[in-house]
């Protein structure tokens, strides 16, 4: 006796073999016609056809073609190549390339926002910047699995806002190329990858880069466009070089703006123009414009589930693109964004916002030590309502005020406290300085006196598992209470309710012995933890682990 499944195959194939038998016959029987309708030719007297003629007529030409022509010559194809790996341990570092299939879906930020902290930029904590690498950056799906020993080619685009030869980019398109070549629009379709290009500053909080050509004549320049006065339904127009296709234009609409596409503190300076003008593998750094011709956007990342285009594209605002590229030509040749030193939780429930009775405002989570909130009198639990006298809406609205202040500046800042209005005034200070200080105290303290281990470690917080659970799973442990979002614990699958029951296999069945074991835990060190879920103990033992980073 055949299997169920055995009898619906052979009736699938069997259904199978006569639709193609039945197309076999169609085109036997197409072919016989048309060999009967050939075989009629010399039968037949063509004298009476008129030949065709090419009508010499013009059609006016529509914006999109006088942008294409007048921004095209200042639209760049960016080429990079990435040594072997012995050649270029001294670079920076790689990114992972992963294939995301179905990424973060845009606006949902759910995770904990570090003012002006700087922190995860790149770190993979959102699926988009695997996105960014990937498809932006023109590599092969396997490109990480490769032969290392090979030199790794990618491309993009760019383009010119000096005649100098300066030029806008994505940072994801350079960031790991040990050799960048640029090749303009009027250089000579050759092998040849270009003239050699130098890189005068990235900065990762925005996926942005100034990188260099030299050049004995001013080269031809874009305009940079005000992207806040764009509109949704405003006509735009991308140029660049998708799948090596140097000087493709489309164009669409703005769909959306201020699209936060990566979640917590990765994405708290990145808030895009959504648009479906077709951007495709090789369009990133690339101008997205206006009618006027204007760039209003740097052409950044795709959401896509097939590695190509799907109607929607993010575009890194002009306005943010400006201030960045300001700081990147400096002397410094970095970005210098302000902070007070506070941590805080984005997109709260309605439920929270009752209880503490705000509609509007941003409630402090942790004040950083010795930070610039903490030397003014904040405290976690108040709520900042305004800036200089300036109703705060919400985080984001408090990041964009508050990394814009140059450090050493002042600002007034009101609060609710218990209920109470208050002010205080604080003092400014530099976002990487103030969060890589605390960084350091926290490291450098010892199990004794740097509060919980395992919080400020791993990001997870522990309590001591009950007499009944422990008879109950006959294995001892300590329950998770705690884990905070895109830290180390986060990032390796670990929940509240899981029970830890050994850490590198050494056990962890009390709150000392956890402790004991994670303080010898350092940066660089390979993390696995064997947890239990109380609510599936028949499932056994699972094994989450990471590299501490």
């Known amino acids: ?93 790689r990114p992972h390339l992963h294939v995301q299939p179905n990424p973060q879906a845009p606006g949902d930020d759910d995770g904990d926002d570090d003012q002006q902290q700087g922190q995860g930029q790149g770190q993979g904590q959102g699926n988009f910047q695997d996105f960014f690498n990937k498809f932006f950056g023109g590599q092969v799906p396997d490109q990480d699995g490769g032969d290392d020993n090979q030199v790794r080619e990618s491309l993009g685009s760019g383009f010119i806002v000096d005649p100098k030869g300066y030029i806008i980019t994505n940072n994801h398109v350079i960031e790991k190329a040990d050799k960048i070549f640029v090749k303009l629009s009027t250089d000579p379709d050759t092998q040849d990858l270009g003239r050699p290009a130098r890189v005068i500053g990235f900065d990762k909080a925005t996926d942005l880069a100034v990188i260099k050509i030299d050049t004995s004549s001013p080269l031809p320049t874009v305009k940079l466009g005000n992207s806040e006065t764009s509109q949704v339904g405003d006509w735009v127009e991308a140029i660049g070089s998708p799948f090596a296709l140097a000087q493709t234009v489309t164009a669409g609409i703005i769909s959306a703006k201020h699209r936060t596409i990566e979640p917590g503190a990765s994405g708290q300076f990145q808030h895009f123009i ?55 030509i400096s002397a410094s040749h970095k970005v210098t964004r302000g902070s007070i030193g506070i941590r805080f939780n984005q997109g709260l429930s309605g439920a929270v916002n009752r209880v503490y009775g705000f509609k509007t405002g941003v409630l402090v989570q942790q004040v950083v030590h010795g930070g610039p909130a903490d030397k003014a009198g904040l405290k976690g639990g108040d709520i900042i309502t305004t800036i200089d006298g300036r109703s705060i809406k919400d985080g984001d609205d408090l990041v964009n005020e508050i990394t814009t202040r140059r450090p050493g500046s002042s600002v007034r800042i009101g609060y609710m406290r218990d209920g109470k209005p208050l002010d205080t005034t604080v003092t400014i200070g530099d976002l990487d300085h103030v969060f890589a200080e605390a960084d350091n105290q926290q490291a450098d303290a010892g199990p004794d006196n740097q509060g919980d281990v395992g919080e400020s470690k791993l990001g997870l917080v522990v309590r001591q598992e009950s007499d009944s659970t422990a008879a109950k799973l006959k294995i001892p442990g300590v329950v998770i209470q705690s884990v905070r ?51 599936r103990p028949d499932n056994g033992i699972n094994y989450l682990g990471g590299t501490l980073e």
Do not use: C, W
């Open 274 to 328: 959504q648009t479906d003008a077709a951007i495709n593998p090789g369009n990133s750094g690339g101008p997205l414009l206006n009618m006027n011709g204007e760039v209003i956007g740097v052409n950044t990342a795709i959401y896509t589930q097939s590695a190509g285009y799907q109607g929607i594209g993010f575009a890194m605002p002009s306005n943010t693109v400006v201030e960045v590229y300001n700081d990147l």
């Open 1 to 93: 006796m055949k299997s169920l499944f055995e009898r619906l195959r052979t009736r699938r194939l069997a259904s199978t073999f006569v639709l193609l038998g039945t197309l076999s016959v169609a085109i036997v029987a197409v072919s016989f016609a048309a060999h009967g309708v050939r075989g009629q030719e010399k039968q037949s007297d063509s004298a009476d056809a008129t030949p065709l003629k090419v009508v010499n007529s013009s059609v006016p030409p529509n914006e999109f073609v006088r942008i294409a022509k007048e921004v095209g010559p200042a639209v760049v194809n960016i080429n990079t190549q990435t040594l072997p790996k012995q050649s270029s341990n001294k670079g920076r570092p």
């Open 485 to 535: 979002s895109g830290s180390f614990a986060d990032l390796q699958g670990l929940e509240p309710g899981l029970i830890i029951t050994r850490i590198n296999k050494q056990p962890t069945g009390t709150k000392e012995q956890f402790d004991s074991v994670v303080s010898k835990i350092k940066t660089g060190d390979d993390v696995v933890f064997e947890v239990i879920d109380p609510r």
